[in-house]
């Protein structure tokens, strides 16, 4: 900075400085909007718990009083059917197969929740709700044991999607020996990505408009401002060119500083 003008050093200031508070304003609004998406986020798995998991304990009991209940090469316990029998019609509220049924309209879409023993093992069929785009998204990679009433974030099994899990027991017992179950819900963070991934892109480029503005506001009024001083300096040079007969012409107040520099 030293190479440059006072005018520059003043106008680099000035924009740097704004530009510090700026960011910082955007790094709270992030961090407080973060948080209240992922808080939305978690009340939506609570919900999906609330309602999904009877859903699935409910067919998997009806399978094990039918004899329907088997297991697989896999060693899972299987429930017939498929997702699509969850949702009583078999369509969801907006009509596609495996959401919720239509008296329910506020699970999220890709919500996925299966039914699991305290040793990890998986009873029945998962519940799994299609996107918008009636695909279904990657699986959750649910690790074997998962902590109680507590919502964590996992990876899924391809790509890179996160989701919010939450698992509790069971309000009713369905595996075979009448052992206790673990209900398990999963809600995809794409949307909370999404809305975030668009923030940052508005605080980018409002940010980079308000830096442009200031920094041509500044420079013109740092050189209004600076103006009487180069003419000071302009005045200065000519005496030390030999005019001595030259004065320096008062343009600014006597109290001031470039005021009592020109006196």
């Known amino acids: 900075m030293r190479g440059l003008t006072l005018r520059a050093r003043l106008t680099v200031a000035l924009v740097s400085l704004a530009a510090v508070g700026l960011i910082a304003l955007a790094a709270v609004t992030y961090g407080s909007q973060k948080q209240f998406l992922e808080q939305r986020v978690d009340d939506q798995v609570d919900a999906a718990l609330r309602y999904v998991g009877p859903k699935i304990v ?29 949702g009583g019609d078999g369509r969801g509220g907006d009509g596609r197969r495996g959401g919720p049924p239509r008296g329910d309209r506020d699970l999220p879409l890709g919500t996925y929740a299966e039914l699991r023993t305290s040793s990890g093992t998986r009873v029945g069929l ?118 001595l007969d030259r004065r320096v012409l008062p343009e600014a107040a006597p109290g001031t500083e470039v005021g009592r520099l020109g006196s």
């Open 126 to 243: 998962p519940f799994i709700a299609p996107t918008i785009d009636d695909e279904e998204l990657p699986a959750p990679d649910l690790p074997a044991s998962l902590p109680l009433r507590e919502t964590i974030t996992v990876g899924s099994t391809t790509g890179d999607i996160e989701y919010r899990v939450r698992a509790e027991p069971s309000p009713r017992y369905v595996t075979d020996s009448l052992a206790p179950t673990i209900t398990v819900a999963a809600v995809p963070l794409t949307g909370k990505t999404d809305q975030l991934r668009q923030l940052l892109l508005v605080d980018a480029v409002v940010i980079s408009a308000i830096l442009l503005a200031l920094g041509f506001g500044a420079s013109r009024l740092v050189r209004q401002e600076l103006a009487p001083l180069e003419h000071i300096a302009t005045d200065a040079d000519a005496i030390a060119a030999g005019e």
């Open 58 to 86: 409910e067919k998997t009991l009806s399978a094990a009083r039918d004899g329907t209940l088997t297991k697989g090469a896999d060693g899972l316990a299987t429930a017939p059917g498929g997702p699509e029998d969850f």
